[in-house]
């Protein structure tokens, strides 16, 4: 999917306008959001994970932090040596981003991270089937 319609679709369902506008984060409606998904995605909520929730949605503050700075900032640096260096926002805004990625991942949120549908019968399917003949 092209990244700029699928940066429509969450502008469009309002779940990232802070995509566009960085002022509009707020952590609440992030964490409410990720655990309707879940709800959603697996019919339970299970409260340990709201530990993961919390981790999740520092993690994408800091992503959204550094992604503010980063649009007031150049990417380049210079030392006081005169030497070129990259903005350390970028490093920031990097690492949260592994680790949002990893935590999505924790909690089924991504499509790697998603539990594998199999295409072999259970047992439950076995037994519903009825006997087979030979």
Not at 42 to 70: C, N, P, R, W
């Amino acid at each position: 999917m092209d990244t700029k319609i699928a940066h429509l679709r969450l502008v469009e369902a309002n779940l990232a306008e802070w995509l566009e506008k960085p002022d509009t984060w707020s952590r609440e409606k992030f964490a409410e959001q990720v655990t309707k998904a879940m709800v959603d995605a697996y019919g339970i909520e299970v409260k340990f994970d709201q530990h993961l929730v919390s981790m999740l949605t520092d993690q994408m503050e800091t992503y959204v932090k550094a992604t503010k700075a980063l649009q007031s900032e150049d990417l380049i640096e210079y030392a006081n040596n005169g030497a070129r260096m990259p903005n350390p926002n970028q490093k920031v805004r990097d690492t949260a981003l592994a680790r949002v990625m990893q935590l999505l991942t924790m909690l089924g949120l991504v499509p790697n991270g998603r539990p594998k549908k199999s295409n072999a019968p259970t047992e439950l399917e076995e037994l519903l089937e009825g006997p087979k003949y030979a």
